[in-house]
């Protein structure tokens, strides 16, 4: 499948590319919060006000592509928490109202479809609709449920495929308490080098158009997969088993792009069991402008591809041929995604 199309909201810049041309924000914050455009562009206000944080950046990141590359066959969403702020609240008032009468709002934005859903009501978007939420590895469960929907079409066919997340007060004090945060501010620029516990919690909203039509394509999404609590060996031999079932070996990976977060006990994976395997490889990072969420997967791959593209301009000018996007959580659930050049197809 080939990127057509791609837009992200993040703690970046780069709703409108002044991060792709090299204008990094530098954030000194305990959580890194998404730097968001002026959705009254294109989100109506009497809606807007009514849109949850999740939503409203889905919303922001989703609709620019449908406008620019209708008429879509259908949306794919992967999300591990949905607007859990607004899920939160409408709990609450089940309380507080002793389950009377309450305010439908917050339980119609609190559902993880709720993305996809409005998408598809602001865009009449009667197609294929579904959200995957199977926590942080649900962008790459969109991603497969992509491939299999394109690989059932013999015509040119094209999904409106994302990710987001947003950062709730209550779900970053359970992460914090869980060991997951370092809890005090951190700048990214000296994200990746801290050795101390816990990482940096982001969010944002990544969204591409995914084709099986190579015209005028960005990258093609060679494959994507995945395993749930592997070994060392186990998960040097997947690596080894999934590329030899795309007819490539180590030495064709020219670029590997890892998801290290500044975790002193999880970053061994990234340096000590993956990067070994590609000796000749160039080595890129991009949780530092964004955080760590459970779908940030999604910007790893928006960062790879705009790289491709030459579009960022702060990392090396080798251009990559093929490409390997790594990323765990928590170091039980491990996800890859191939990635082409298509300039080089």
């Known amino acids: ?102 305010t439908p709002t917050n339980f119609v934005q609190s559902t993880p479809n709720a993305l996809a859903g409005q998408l598809a009501i602001l865009s009449t978007n009667s197609g294929y609709n579904c959200t995957h939420t199977n926590g942080s590895l649900a962008f790459e469960n969109a991603l497969i449920d992509t491939q299999l929907q394109l690989s059932q079409s013999a015509d040119s066919t ?35 080098s801290s050795k101390t516990d816990g990482t940096i919690c982001g969010e944002g909203a990544t969204t591409f158009v995914l084709t099986n039509n190579s015209t005028d394509a960005y990258a093609e999404i060679v494959d994507v997969t995945q395993i749930t609590c592997p070994t060392k060996e186990e998960l040097t031999e997947m690596i080894h088993v999934f590329l030899q079932e795309n007819n490539l070996n180590t030495e064709d990976i020219d670029t590997i792009v890892l998801g290290n977060n500044g975790d002193g006990r999880l970053d061994f994976w990234y340096n000590d069991v993956v990067t070994p395997l590609f000796p000749t490889a160039q080595t890129l990072h991009y949780k530092q402008f964004v955080g760590n969420y459970r779908t940030v997967s999604a910007f790893g791959l928006y960062f790879t591809v705009q790289h491709m593209r030459r579009l960022i301009a702060n990392t090396s000018q080798k251009r990559p041929k093929n490409a390997l996007i790594y990323n765990h959580f928590d170091g039980v659930r491990h996800g890859f995604i191939l990635v082409k050049n298509s300039a080089e197809s």
Do not use: W
């Not at 810049?13 to 914050?29: Q, R």
């Not at 409203?56 to 449908?66: N, S, Y």
């Not at 990710?163 to 990214?188: L, P």
């Open 158 to 192: 094209a999904f409106l495929v994302g990710a987001v997340e947003e950062i709730s007060e209550y779900n970053y004090n359970i992460d914090t308490h869980a060991g997951r945060y370092k809890g005090e501010a951190t700048s990214n620029s000296s994200l990746l």
């Open 1 to 102: 499948m080939f990127v057509k199309d791609l837009y992200a909201i993040s703690p970046q810049s780069t709703f409108n590319l002044t991060f792709e041309a090299g204008e990094v924000l530098e954030i000194v914050a305990d959580r890194y919060l998404s730097h968001e455009p002026n959705y009254l562009e294109f989100i109506p206000a009497g809606q807007l006000r009514r849109m949850g944080k999740a939503v409203r950046m889905g919303i922001g990141a989703g609709l620019p592509l449908i406008q620019r590359n209708e008429p879509l066959d259908g949306i794919i969403i992967g999300s591990a928490n949905g607007g859990l702020e607004d899920c939160i609240k409408f709990l609450n008032q089940i309380v507080d109202y002793e389950e009377g009468v309450l």
